[in-house]
């Protein structure tokens, strides 16, 4: 299956009087970071790295910051921009793995609210989102949050693909089928019981 790797990194500084944003949620912190948009850091490296791996350009690309229609704007809108491009290029996220660096706030003890906030943005499931944190110890950038993020995407099957597949499972069937049936006429073996499948609509 047709892979790619896209890379994303930002960084912001920390201002006062503006709520500090990450991962798509309002933390409780004396400063937030600076930025034309709300400065959401891990957002932006991750929406930079989806469109990295299907060669569409970058954040600025799209939301130009002297644009003033993006001021202040969610960066949960880039995200969505970014999977939009995924998808028009036939690719869907395999994985999205996330470093975020920043003295405070600790990360760790709100890292699992964080990865499912940003699994539920991106519409996977939990075990393909990481977010991990570390501190800039000796580097000067106490008052900077920086964040590199990863993402491995994987080409969505073509309609003709999912057919063939759809086709081969259903002749496996019907071959099942005709051996229960020679067992049962040539040996008297009795046919397997399959069990029955329901609608979950149905289901009350």
């Known amino acids: 299956m047709d892979t790619r790797i896209g890379f994303g990194y930002d960084s912001h500084a920390f201002?006062?009087?503006v709520p500090l944003r990450i991962g798509g949620m309002t933390l409780d912190h004396p400063e937030g970071l600076a930025g034309h948009s709300d400065g959401d850091v891990l957002l932006h490296a991750i929406t930079d790295a989806l469109l990295g791996a299907v060669a569409a350009g970058d954040i600025g690309t799209f939301f130009p910051p002297g644009d003033a229609r993006w001021k202040n704007a969610d960066s949960a809108i880039f995200l969505d921009t970014a999977l939009e491009e995924l998808r028009h290029a036939g690719y869907q996220i395999?994985?999205?793995d996330a470093t975020l660096i920043l003295a405070a706030p600790k990360i760790a003890p709100i890292a699992g609210d964080m990865r499912a906030r940003v699994a539920e943005l991106l519409h996977v499931d939990l075990d393909q989102v990481s977010i991990k944190a570390k501190t800039p110890e000796g580097l000067n950038l106490d008052h900077?949050?920086?964040c590199h993020a990863v993402a491995l995407?994987?080409?969505v099957p073509e309609e003709?693909?999912?057919k063939s597949m759809s086709d081969v499972i259903e002749s496996q069937k019907q071959l099942e089928d005709v051996?229960?049936?020679?067992l049962a006429s040539v040996h008297g073996v009795p046919k397997r019981r399959v069990a029955p499948v329901y609608d979950t609509e149905d289901i009350t």
Request: aromatic residues 0%.
């Open 160 to 162: 003709e693909e999912l």
């Open 144 to 146: 900077v949050a920086q």
């Open 15 to 17: 201002k006062t009087d």
């Open 94 to 96: 395999a994985n999205v």
């Open 153 to 155: 995407v994987t080409r």
């Open 179 to 182: 051996v229960d049936e020679l």
